[in-house]
């Protein structure tokens, strides 16, 4: 099965995008590529607050912070032994794109489910994302490392999923994912241009 297949991603991202762009700046590309696994943990967090009578939530919850801070470090130690600086936090126009299209009224519940899927598409980008890294970019320790993240953001991405149907009630989740997607192709087209994982 090919990862769009798994993926459900509409629109996959031009292997152009490593060569033209992300290779001539590769600090750049590390430097948001941390940023966005802080907010992966940020995100896991925020469902832990908003959320916190759904025990088998705040545990998966908990977990992913660990693991999305682990990458964090893990980036980080690139970032120090490259002779690079993190720099300040990188603004993610695609990630802002994608939360206006979130519900932000409706019961505790559907807001809840909401932004589990808005956290599976922002898993499933970033899983496709550095898949495309991994094919392409011209650097073996970053080329394994991507690999690596990208088994690790497919399986943040199922559990996602698995979680919004969980908790759906008599939400139309795979109606509602349905849209999420075809949102998100709008979106990413405009997309592809910088150095930055959603860039
Ligand atoms: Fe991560
Ligand atoms: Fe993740």
């Known amino acids: 099965m090919s990862e769009k297949t798994i993926l459900k991603l509409q629109l996959p991202t031009d292997p152009l995008w490593v ?77 802002g794109e994608l939360y206006k299209f979130l519900k932000h009224g409706g019961t505790r ?11 599976a598409m922002i898993e499933a980008r970033s899983c496709e994302r550095f898949k495309v890294l991994s094919e392409n970019i011209n650097d073996d320790e970053l080329s394994i490392f991507y690999h690596e993240l990208m088994i690790s953001e497919a399986t943040h991405y199922t559990m996602f999923l698995r979680l919004a149907k969980k908790y759906a009630g008599d939400i139309d989740v795979d109606g509602r994912w349905k849209d999420f997607l075809a949102y998100e192709a709008n979106v990413v087209k405009n997309y592809g241009k910088k150095e930055t994982i959603h860039g």
């Open 109 to 119: 519940q559907s807001q809840m489910v909401d932004r589990l899927l808005f956290s």
């Open 19 to 95: 060569k033209n762009v992300v290779e001539s700046n590769i600090e750049e590309l590390l430097t948001d590529h941390a940023y966005c696994e802080q907010k992966a943990a940020s995100n896991a967090i925020t469902l832990i607050v908003q959320n916190p009578n759904y025990p088998d939530l705040v545990q998966e919850m908990a977990l992913l912070v660990q693991e999305e801070m682990d990458h964090f470090k893990r980036v980080h130690d690139i970032i120090i032994k490259r002779g690079y600086n993190l720099g300040k936090e990188r603004k993610d126009d695609y990630v």
